[in-house]
């Protein structure tokens, strides 16, 4: 069956750090994956998706960026955290083709002092 | 453009009463239907899904929804609330080749004793 790992659980830095957030997907091949973000009160906003290596869409333009170096593994980076990056992230996938269902992993709580 | 509108933020209902949770969504071709649950602090688990066929679906935990085109709808619905069901529910809508799934805001969920 197909399992999903990110990590850290729980993450603070401070302003003007980097970050950096990964996941892998254990169990499918060639997984469409996402990074979402959940602010409070707000709901789940789509950051970035990916239906391949090295192919990332961004969603909205913020201060973050995506990568996926191989199949399964999408990794969520800032070079410099605002305030306003904080949040819950979580990552997801789902197959490619019509009609699938995606998949969450547990979330990463992200702390921007 | 594709939305997904949760009208009630917030809905308390006494443990044994019946729930039905409001979803409206705005998509361009046929949409795929998607109700999850969140724990605090936790990702999201899938509750049900429709695709096609029977416009009443059943999934996990007694819940049920009812796709209704007309009205483009996919309302929640549980005949009796237990107090393990306190959380908040999303509801999402993808579709034909998608890549991307969107959520609305989500309702929070409190059971009264």
């Known amino acids: 069956s197909q399992t999903i790992h990110q990590w850290p659980a729980t993450l603070v830095q401070p302003v003007g750090s980097p970050l950096s957030l990964e996941c892998t997907v254990e169990g499918t091949s060639n997984p469409n994956l996402y990074w979402y973000r959940q602010a409070a009160g707000r709901g789940l906003q789509l950051l970035f998706y990916s239906v391949g290596i090295g192919q990332i869409s961004s969603e909205v333009p913020q201060n973050l960026s995506a990568s996926r170096p191989q199949d399964r593994q999408f990794i969520l980076s800032s070079k410099k955290l605002l305030l306003s990056d904080s949040g819950f992230y979580l990552c997801?996938?789902?197959?490619?083709?019509?009609?699938?269902?995606?998949?969450f992993g547990e979330g990463s709580w992200l702390t921007v002092v | 453009a594709q939305s997904v509108t949760q009208p009630d933020i917030h809905i308390t209902v006494s443990e044994g009463a019946s729930l039905e949770l409001r979803c409206n969504y705005s998509y361009g071709a046929t949409p795929y239907l998607f109700w999850y649950v969140q724990s605090p602090g936790q990702g999201l688990q899938l509750l049900l899904k429709y695709f096609s066929g029977d416009t009443l679906v059943q999934g996990i935990k007694g819940f049920e929804a009812e796709f209704k085109r007309s009205q483009s709808s996919f309302n929640l619905r549980k005949p009796s609330v237990h107090w393990s069901d306190a959380a908040e529910y999303f509801c999402?809508?993808?579709?034909?080749?998608?890549?991307?799934?969107?959520f609305g805001s989500g309702t929070k969920l409190n059971v009264k004793p």
């Open positions: 999402a809508v993808g579709g034909g080749n998608f890549n991307k799934f969107y």
């Open positions: 997801a996938w789902s197959l490619g083709q019509s009609g699938n269902t995606i998949y």
